[in-house]
């Protein structure tokens, strides 16, 4: 097997062998040789139409042109015989030279020039044969050497030339002329810019000095907006791309090294410094601090800190600068703000220096404290402590002890204060202050019960209140001042559901009904010792302050002394309403006068009044009044007998007529309204008036839609069809509940602010009799308990619409009280989501506008009932500080 592949290999090179030996034997060399050749440029230029178009336009628009006399080449050129009858020729042109060259700007670009196509015209001859002819071909460009194609020839020289001469050569470029001249130029541009830029980067960085920390970030950016410069300029090959070594007219390559290693020196004497910035700074800020130069030496310190936010260093400066500037406040906060940076430091992991300054801040502060404690400025010096405990606590410092010392001695003096003006105020005779200030003071011991045990002296001053009140308001009732009195009798039903007062409710219950009496038997003994025409204000007086209590308390009203006032009062109405119609003229002659009275018509109700009175007073009205009165009346019912709908009762139409004595005809009319109805129109007429009843509700619109429920309940009263009455009365109550709740909230707020203002003014009237009263109860916007009293009176569903109503009209404390209300009686947090996120955005949004630290726990606790008061505090507060 091995053999037979041999044998096929050997003849294989056989044939090859025979192949190439015929194939050199028919293609013969003919000629060789190499000529040089120069042409003027001129001429060139005239035989290549796009080179001369280029020419052209360059020579007009462009005076840094400088373009070649001439152009000399070699042309090296083979002629060999293919077989019988072909003969080839091809070429090669080089060592292609412009001179002098093309110049842009002194720089040379003979690149731009480059042969794209030729034709070469010879003459080749021997003794028997002669070829005049030319070979036109696309160049290749081989490193330089331009190879034409092969041009092959129908003719056959018999024996080798003797005679070759180069006749002509035509040179044709392309349009890449444009493209190239266009990338040199801006090589070249750029080349001479460098120039400028060079010059100015050297001034800058031999002129720069770093002598001052601010400015080293800024410098920093200065050098490398250079060095960015300098790789773009490195990113153009200027060097090689236009042959720089043998042409640099402004010394690039020196200057360009020159640049870079300045540049390098520079930047490396400005990193060393930066890595020490936060030192430089803090160094510089001293020396400020030395000089007074106070604002440069903060702002210095706030340079550090934006630079490197986590330098121990400018933190101790930070603290130590308001602790030199002897703003103690503001050296707490920022020590705090530290604290809560680094949460997971503790004191034994800072640095000396910073253990030294929070040692200082410590002592400080304990010296400050133990000042204002002899200055009796005990909020101020728990407000300090406040501050130290928060320090204590984030950095475990073991001061604990000595705070608690503190507070429990600070608290003592506080709780003394308020045992002191609750004294005044009893001495005085302000009970509803001193029962405020004992509220104020349970408050703040139970508060405060870690560090103060009070509850035998709050025993004592309660039972000592109680005994104030078991004294009766004799007082008050001789001095004829009811409303005090009414006051008084309100705060007591009140005090029994208030802890503090829980065990002695049956006492406070005597003690109400004890004073009720008291008041009533007073308002109807002077009410039955007043005269109809002389004291007819007072009787007045006694008369709607007896349904006052009638109203609130529930007083009877039937009994013979209370009608006996009554009666009285409405004496006093008649005569009112029949002076209000009388119009007295004087008439006669001077000698003989007379008064002569007139009466204009009353309105309907002022008619049913003055009627209604004269009966049950057995008092006559002057003649003309009452048929006035009477005529006003009938002409009423003769309008409700011809209206459509029936509005007004059967028995209310009935008494009228009776009262106003109205011709029969008018109830006979209004009787048979009942006969003309049919069951369906009836029910029509029901179900247009509640249905637009109902459209005014869902306007809340309740006095209107109060007017369409009473027609359709005219309609199902009045009627024997039967209409199913289960939607009317559904809406007649919630129209009912929410008119009460409003009526509810207008007295309510009228009485608070009332309360609220009468405690407020006789709170200054102590402070300037004792100069005693804690910070605490200098505004009267802060008289949480005096609202408690209220809000603790009312219902839960009435709570929550008032907490709405406080929250959008911007009393955010109140509003924010009743929610703690509401959570100490379990109320479904789910219900008052949307007042706790108003309440949330709005104490954050007034916390970044005074500047104090956001904290929602000086609002709230952390209690997951107030989740949506807390979101809305803390994206509030987050939002804010993004813009």
């Not at 294989?12 to 190439?20: H, P, Q």
């Not at 280029?54 to 001439?70: M, Q, R, V």
């Not at 602790?323 to 992991?349: Q, S, V």
Request: hydrophobic fraction near 35%.
């Amino acid at each position: 097997m091995l053999k037979r592949e041999y044998i096929i290999i050997i003849c294989l090179m056989i044939i090859l062998l025979n192949f190439l030996k015929n194939n050199i034997s028919a293609q013969r060399l003919l000629w060789y040789g190499e000529f040089s050749y120069e042409k003027n440029w001129d001429k060139l230029v005239n035989e290549d139409s796009l080179l001369n178009n280029w020419y052209s336009e360059i020579s007009k628009t462009n005076k840094e042109y400088t373009l070649p006399e001439k152009i000399s080449l070699k042309i090296e050129m083979t002629v060999w015989s293919i077989n019988d009858s072909i003969t080839a020729f091809n070429g090669v042109l080089k060592n292609l030279n412009l001179v002098p060259g093309i110049f842009y700007r002194d720089i040379k670009i003979n690149e731009i020039y480059e042969p794209y196509k030729t034709s070469v015209f010879f003459t080749a001859k021997n003794t028997i044969n002669q070829l005049e002819t030319s070979c036109s071909s696309i160049l290749t460009n081989k490193l330089g050497y331009y190879y034409t194609d092969t041009c092959y020839y129908d003719y056959n020289f018999t024996e080798n030339i003797n005679y070759f001469s180069l006749d002509s050569l035509i040179l044709l470029v392309n349009e890449s002329i444009n493209s190239k001249l266009d990338y040199y130029k801006k090589l070249i541009n750029n080349y001479y810019e460098f120039n400028i830029f060079y010059e100015s980067s050297v001034n800058h960085i031999d002129t720069l000095i770093l002598d001052n920390p601010r400015l080293f970030l800024f410098h920093k950016y200065e050098l490398d907006e250079i060095d960015k410069k300098i790789q773009e300029i490195g990113t153009l090959h200027l060097v090689e791309e236009l042959k720089l070594y043998n042409n640099d007219p402004i010394d690039f390559v020196s200057k360009y090294d020159n640049l870079k290693n300045k540049l390098f020196q520079k930047q490396k004497e400005l990193n060393e410094k930066i890595e020490h910035i936060d030192s430089l700074l803090i160094l510089e800020s001293d020396k400020f601090f030395k000089e007074n130069k106070k604002q440069e030496s903060l702002e210095n310190i706030n340079y550090a800190l934006q630079y490197n936010p986590n330098s121990f260093i400018a933190w101790n400066a930070y603290i130590k600068f308001y602790l030199k500037n002897r703003t103690l406040d503001t050296t707490l906060t920022k020590t705090l703000e530290f604290i809560n940076k680094f949460k997971n430091i503790k004191y034994p992991d800072l640095p000396e220096y910073l253990q030294a300054t929070i040692d200082t801040v410590w002592n400080v502060s304990i010296e400050e404290i133990d000042y204002l404690f002899t200055k009796e400025e005990y909020n101020n010096a728990i407000n300090i402590i406040e501050q130290l405990k928060l320090i204590n606590d984030g950095l475990s410092y073991s001061k604990t002890e000595q705070l608690d010392i503190y507070l429990t001695k600070n608290y003592y003096k506080l709780f003394e204060n308020f045992i002191t003006i609750y004294d005044k105020s009893i001495e005085k005779g302000f009970n509803n202050i001193a029962l405020h200030i004992l509220l104020e003071a349970q408050n703040f011991a139970s508060k405060n019960s870690k560090y103060i045990s009070v509850n035998n002296i709050l025993e004592e001053k309660k039972n000592n209140f109680l005994q104030i009140l078991s004294k009766g308001i004799e007082d008050l009732l001789e001095r004829e001042a009811w409303d005090e009195a009414v006051e008084q009798i309100i705060m007591i039903d009140t005090l029994y559901k208030n802890p503090i007062f829980a065990q002695d409710s049956a006492l406070l219950v005597n003690y109400k009904n004890e004073n009720l009496n008291k008041l009533t038997e007073n308002i109807i003994t002077k009410c039955s010792n007043y005269r109809i025409n002389v004291d007819n204000k007072k009787i007045k007086k006694s008369y709607e302050y007896l349904e006052t209590l009638k109203n609130e308390f529930n007083i009877n009203s039937q009994t013979n002394k209370l009608s006996n006032c009554y009666i009285k009062y409405q004496n006093v109405i008649l005569k009112e309403l029949i002076d209000k119609y009388a119009h007295k003229e004087i008439i006669g002659s001077r000698r003989h006068k007379s008064i002569k009275i007139s009466y204009t018509s009353p309105n309907l109700l002022d008619a049913i009044n003055l009627l209604y009175l004269s009966e049950i007073t057995n008092n006559s009205l002057p003649d003309t009044l009452k048929s006035l009165s009477k005529t006003t009346i009938c002409n009423y019912l003769e309008k409700i007998a011809k209206s459509e709908y029936i509005n007004l009762k059967e028995d209310s139409f009935i008494y009228l007529n009776s009262l106003a004595q109205c011709p029969q005809f008018i109830y006979e009319q209004y009787k048979n309204k009942f006969k003309a109805d049919t069951c369906e129109g009836v029910k029509n007429r029901f179900q247009k008036e509640l249905a637009i009843a109902k459209y005014y509700y869902n306007l809340d619109s309740l006095y209107q839609a109060k007017n369409f429920i009473i027609k359709a309940k005219n309609i199902w009263l009045n009627t024997l069809c039967e209409i199913d009455p289960l939607d009317l009365i559904n809406l007649e109550k919630s129209i009912e509940l929410q008119i009460s709740f409003k009526h509810s909230l207008d007295n309510w707020q009228a009485m608070y602010k009332m309360a609220a203002d009468t405690i407020y003014i006789q709170y200054q009237k102590l402070k300037f009799q004792y100069n005693a009263l804690p910070d605490s109860l200098k505004n009267k916007n802060d008289l949480s308990n005096s609202r408690f009293i209220f809000f603790s009176t009312m219902q839960s569903d009435s709570l929550v619409k008032l907490s709405s109503q406080f929250a959008n009209g911007g009393y955010l404390n109140e509003s924010l009280e009743i929610i703690k209300i509401l959570k100490n009686r379990d109320y479904n947090p789910q219900y008052i989501k949307n007042v706790q996120s108003i309440l949330g955005k709005e104490f954050a949004r007034s916390d970044i506008k005074t500047g104090i630290d956001a904290d929602y726990s000086r609002y709230v606790t952390n209690d997951k009932y107030y989740k949506t008061f807390i979101r809305a505090y803390n994206k509030t507060i987050k939002k804010e500080k993004n813009k």
